[in-house]
């Protein structure tokens, strides 16, 4: 396999509206045919970032390079880089055809290429039968499918999508998902699409870039970003994270109560310093081996059944707040525990994580 | 409801209906009238010297509702491009000559157009020399003071359409390649012709019945229909006639308000039927 060709370098883009910094000297690369997710808290300048993509913000800094060109200062009718609203902003005067046309129409191509490349879109995104309807006669789905038919039928170099699910239900909200990267790998265009939310990311993402504040704090895929977080906002941001707080030692943490966690410290935390060590609840293990690395006990104070797994709310001395577990259903039905009981749970020092506090 | 009903009959229907009737008899040598059926007075209205003066007025009206509807929509776009805590504030100084007297605005006009009035000296101070320019008393002045009287009705009729439009409607227009041009032809002017509608029904309404605004500023030289009507009645004391025009200028705007309503109807029919589709 050959090295992935970077599509769209974004070098150094600060942003600010008056005294507020809202993107803050980021670069990061998205390379061609990925499906790269910018993810953030709101206010993290994700969206800002998307609009300086789009063209509709100007950074104050840096440079913004689609294949090797700074288009930066471009308009946004003038570059191949097309963004789907979170209102969808359809046409609401016109029908489903007419919002699809409208762009290529504005290029200037044959009526008869135009029909058929709508007819294509239209067929790709199944809305043919309801080609001749106005927006206002759709349901969220399939308005979100209109929206996305006008982008893609443009064929971009890269596709925008801002917040693409945030106004469906949770069901077809994961339907979605699952449809918008189907159609990413059928039409082969670079997809860098903006959520808050982190599951979305994990689940479409190729590549992801967490940002906060302004800045980005860790650009990877989802699975190193989920196993290998930059620091701490980042761990407890993407998926749930247990957190002992304590001091560094040159092999762990010492929690408060004098408890030793048994892990990788990061070469840039001296001993002594303030610390955190965490661990996922799905590496938590009920009833542990004895030579298992970090062990202590707690008390169960919550079951949350949730069909393949179950989980606990375990109070223990290491930390102010429960011990999120999950325990498979398998394993749950082999030793059952309930509320109030006491038990042991242990970890292993590979799946620690210690961050500076 | 009764009170009103009663308000509007007494009010409304029944001086409409005096005025319909006087329009069918003749008018007495004297003056006055003689109560012998006739449809002679209609007949008059159709006369080229009157109906000229009909076209006339639609004309003038017509041209001071285009001119209010450009500087109108210019402004109520304006406006809703303001920021939104300023919009308030700027609406109210749009609006605010409403305030005073109709007569008063437009003597205001006469101040301003007269032949030493404040234009020429402002021309003076601007080191011009030559003969006063004629403004007051010109066709352009009827219409000027018909566009300055009438124009906060546009801009309040167009500014609701514009403050309500999602702004993602036009950067949505931009993304796909539109000029600014062309995504104002496209999808904002479309998404606010009820309001422009709305605007210019008003204007036109008002300004072809107007006979303040020309008796003042035209000088009676460019007569409206309002003015003939005017005439009629007090000058030449010819009332039947003076009604069958009464009568003609009301069903012209009736014709006018209901085409508006009907365009208005049929929009917001499909409105409701497009609705009707989805929850369907």
């Not at chain 1, 100007?58 to 440079?63: L, Q």
């Not at chain 1, 966690?261 to 293990?285: D, F, N, Q, W, Y």
């Not at chain 2, 514009?162 to 993304?175: F, H, T, V, W, Y």
Request: proline share 6%; with cysteine; hydrophobic share 50%.
């Amino acid at each position: 396999m050959s090295e992935p060709r970077t599509l769209l370098a974004i070098d150094h883009v600060s942003k600010n509206f008056g005294r507020v910094t809202a993107v803050d000297g980021i670069s990061l690369d998205i390379r061609e045919n990925e499906f790269f997710a910018l993810l953030g808290p709101s206010g993290c300048g994700k969206t800002t970032l998307l609009r300086m993509l789009a063209g509709f913000e100007t950074p104050n800094d840096g440079r913004i390079l689609l294949d090797g060109r700074d288009i930066a200062r471009i308009p946004p009718n003038k570059r191949p880089v097309n963004l789907m609203f979170q209102s969808y902003a359809l046409f609401p005067h016109m029908s489903v055809r007419a919002n699809v046309s409208y762009g290529l129409e504005m290029e200037r191509l044959p009526a008869k290429e135009i029909r058929s490349r709508v007819d294509a879109i239209l067929a790709t995104t199944e809305l043919v039968p309801f080609a001749d309807r106005k927006p206002e006669q759709l349901s969220g789905g399939q308005k979100q499918r209109v929206a996305l038919a006008r982008a893609l039928v443009k064929r971009p170099r890269l596709l925008l999508l801002d917040e693409p699910l945030g106004a469906l239900d949770k069901k077809l909200r994961g339907a979605m998902q699952l449809e918008l990267k189907r159609l990413q790998h059928e039409v082969g265009i670079t997809f860098v699409i903006v959520t808050h939310d982190q599951e979305e990311s994990l689940v479409m993402a190729d590549r992801m870039a967490v940002l906060k504040d302004g800045r980005l704090l860790q650009c990877d895929t989802p699975h190193a970003v989920y196993e290998h977080p930059a620091d701490r906002f980042v761990a407890d941001f993407i998926g749930v994270m247990n957190f002992v707080p304590g001091k560094a030692t040159a092999d762990g943490v010492l929690a408060a109560n004098g408890a030793r966690i048994t892990g990788k410290a990061p070469a840039t935390l001296s001993p002594g310093a303030s610390a955190v060590a965490a661990v996922r609840p799905e590496r938590i293990r009920l009833f542990p081996e004895p030579q298992t690395a970090n062990r202590t006990s707690g008390t169960v104070e919550a079951l949350a059944y949730q069909g393949l797994d179950l989980q606990l709310h375990i109070r223990t001395a290491l930390s102010p707040k429960p011990f999120l577990v999950r325990v498979t259903a398998d394993a749950a039905d082999r030793r059952p525990v309930a509320a109030g009981d006491t038990i042991e749970l242990g970890w292993n020092a590979a799946d620690v994580r210690i961050f500076a506090e | 409801m009764a009170p009103a009903l009663a308000w509007l009959t007494a009010l409304m229907v029944v001086p409409c209906a005096l005025v319909l009737a006087l329009a069918f008899f003749r008018r007495g040598i004297y003056g006055g009238i003689e109560y012998t059926f006739t449809l002679e007075n209609f007949g008059l209205v159709f006369d080229p010297l009157y109906a000229g003066i009909f076209l006339n007025s639609a004309r003038i009206a017509g041209t001071a509702t285009l001119i209010a509807v450009i500087i109108g929509y210019a402004a109520a776009y304006a406006i809703s491009a303001a920021p939104r805590r300023l919009q308030p504030v700027f609406l109210f100084f749009a609006v605010l000559p409403f305030w005073s007297n109709y007569l008063i605005r437009t003597y205001a006009w006469i101040v301003l157009l007269n032949r030493e009035g404040l234009i020429t000296q402002l021309l003076r101070w601007f080191g011009y020399t030559g003969e006063p320019p004629s403004m007051l008393y010109t066709e352009g002045a009827v219409i000027a003071g018909l566009v300055y009287n009438y124009l906060p009705f546009v801009i309040l009729a167009c500014y609701a359409p514009l403050s309500r439009l999602n702004p993602e409607l036009a950067e949505a227009s931009r993304d796909l390649g539109a000029s600014a041009l062309t995504t104002f032809r496209r999808v904002i002017l479309p998404l606010t012709v009820p309001g422009i509608a709305a605007g210019a029904v008003f204007v036109f309404v008002l300004s072809i019945g107007n006979f303040v605004t020309p008796a003042l500023l035209g000088g009676g030289r460019f007569q409206m229909i309002g003015n003939l009507v005017y005439d009629q009645f007090l000058t030449a004391n010819d009332w039947p006639f003076g009604a069958a025009l009464a009568m003609a200028l009301i069903a012209i705007m009736l014709l006018v308000l209901m085409t508006q309503a009907l365009l208005a109807d049929r929009a917001a029919g499909r409105a409701a039927e497009a609705k009707g589709g989805a929850n369907g």
